[in-house]
C-alpha cells in the first residue's frame, strides 16, 4: 500500500534585486558631497581661527623676510609648526570618526543607508537578506575606507562578483540592494 503524501506548498524567497555598481558608485559620490561640504566649511573656519589667534602663524605666513632671515627656529615657531600638525592631525581624525559613525550608523539604522543610498533608493543587508549591525557595518566602512582604495581592487570586484560585492562588502557578508 502506497501513501501519498503531499507537502504543503512552500512558497520560495523572493531574493531581492542586486543594486548595480554604478548606483553605488553615485550614492558614495552624494555621500561625499554631504559630509564634505559642511566637514570643509566647518575646518575652513577653525583653521581660520587658529592663525588669527596665533600672531605667529600669521606672521610666518605675512614676512616674506622670514624665509632668508635664519636657519635656526626661535621657539615660538616650533610651537606654530606644532600646532599645525596637531590641527592637521586632528581634522584628519576627526574626518575619518564623523565619517565613521554617518555610515554606520545610517548603515545599521531602519532606514538601511546613507542618505546617497536613499536618494537612489538601495539600502545594505547581510547576504542573508537582514538588516546589518552597528558592529557589522563599523566593519565594512573599515574595510571600504582601508582596504578596498588600494589599487581599486576592492571596487573592481564587484564586477566580478555574483551578488555584485566589492571587498568590504565580502569581508563583512553585506550586498547591496534596491529598495
Not at 584628519?92 to 536618494?119: D, F, H, N, P, R
Request: hydrophobic fraction near 50%; charge should be neutral.
Amino acid at each position: 500500500m502506497e501513501t501519498n503524501i503531499t507537502e504543503p506548498h512552500i512558497q520560495e524567497k523572493k531574493h531581492p534585486e542586486l543594486a548595480g555598481v554604478g548606483y553605488r558608485f553615485l550614492a558614495h559620490l552624494l555621500d561625499g558631497v554631504i559630509i564634505g561640504v559642511p566637514y570643509s566649511f566647518i575646518m575652513f573656519i577653525l583653521g581660520t581661527l587658529f592663525f588669527v589667534s596665533s600672531p605667529e602663524a600669521a606672521l610666518m605666513l605675512d614676512d616674506d623676510s622670514y624665509y632668508y632671515s635664519t636657519t635656526v627656529m626661535t621657539d615660538e615657531e616650533w610651537a606654530v609648526i606644532m600646532g599645525l600638525i596637531f590641527f592637521y592631525v586632528a581634522t584628519i581624525l576627526i574626518g575619518i570618526v564623523v565619517t565613521w559613525l554617518y555610515y554606520a550608523i545610517m548603515e545599521s539604522s531602519k532606514l538601511q543607508g546613507t542618505l546617497g543610498k536613499m536618494a537612489l533608493g538601495i539600502k545594505v543587508t547581510k547576504v542573508t537578506g537582514e538588516k546589518v549591525t552597528f558592529g557589522r557595518a563599523t566593519g565594512r566602512f573599515f574595510a571600504k575606507g582601508f582596504l578596498s582604495p588600494i589599487l581599486c581592487i576592492g571596487y573592481i570586484i564587484a564586477f566580478f562578483t555574483e551578488k555584485k560585492q566589492a571587498l568590504h562588502d565580502l569581508i563583512a557578508s553585506t550586498i547591496v540592494v534596491k529598495k
